[in-house]
T-cell receptor, first 114, second 116 residues
């Protein structure tokens, strides 16, 4: 596809379960970001990948959150033992390498923990 | 540390009126500046960006923004808004960090509500 693809688009899970969110970036984009958007909270930075490495994990809220990227392409954000406060829209963005480049966003995954 | 402040969480305005959405940033290094828009139930898309050169930047849908280095501001303006401009607007800064990578940092967003 031409754009950033995220799956699933919606996920409802029970408290305490683990979830995996997937991001397929635009082909050739080396930079990949995960953000969390809570109601009225703006975009909270979670983690940044350059290729397969993550030089900045400073935004991960707790050790229940982890992410990986393989082959310089697909990325997975995993949340273990989900809590109700994890409910939010999780956005992925990718960009070509470089400070001056635009980030292209996926439509997000809406996670609801019940 | 780099940060972005959007001074207004909500801006109500009547159709065809002018609007300004304010954004201030703090950074000890050179930055690039962006405005993104998020329409209801959609992802974010780029409105405009400032990289260098002219401090007045024109974007899509009639929006423009002015970079003011001395005031560390990048306010977004439109001379006459439409109902369809109702959306959430995010200001963002891209800065190089000590590890040699750049990170895109967003403000909290401003919800623009255009009324007939």
């Amino acid at each position: 596809g031409a754009g950033v693809s995220q799956s699933p688009s919606n996920k409802v899970t029970e408290k305490g379960k683990d979830v995996e969110l997937r991001c397929d970036p635009i082909s050739g984009h080396t930079a990949l970001y995960w953000y969390r958007q809570s109601l009225g909270q703006g975009l909270e930075f979670l983690i940044y990948f350059q290729g397969n490495s993550a030089p900045d994990k400073s935004g991960l809220p707790s050790d229940r959150f982890s992410a990986e990227r393989t082959g310089g392409s697909v990325s997975t954000l995993t949340i273990q033992r989900t809590q109700q406060e994890d409910s939010a829209v999780y956005l992925c963005a990718s960009s070509p390498s470089g400070q001056d480049t635009e980030a292209f966003f996926g439509q997000g995954t809406r996670l609801t923990v019940v | 540390a780099q940060s972005v402040t959007q001074l207004d969480s909500q801006v109500p305005v009547f159709e065809e009126a002018p609007v300004e959405l304010r954004c201030n940033y703090s950074s000890s290094v050179s930055v690039y500046l962006f405005w993104y828009v998020q329409y209801p139930n959609q992802g974010l898309q780029l409105l405009l960006k400032y990289l260098s050169g002219s401090t007045l930047v024109k974007g899509i849908n009639g929006f423009e923004a002015e970079f003011n280095k001395s005031q560390t501001s990048f306010h977004l303006r439109k001379p006459s808004v439409h109902i369809s401009d109702t959306a959430e607007y995010f200001c963002a800064v891209s800065a190089i960090f000590s590890g040699g990578y750049n990170k895109l940092i967003f403000g909290a967003g401003t919800r623009l509500a255009v009324h007939p």
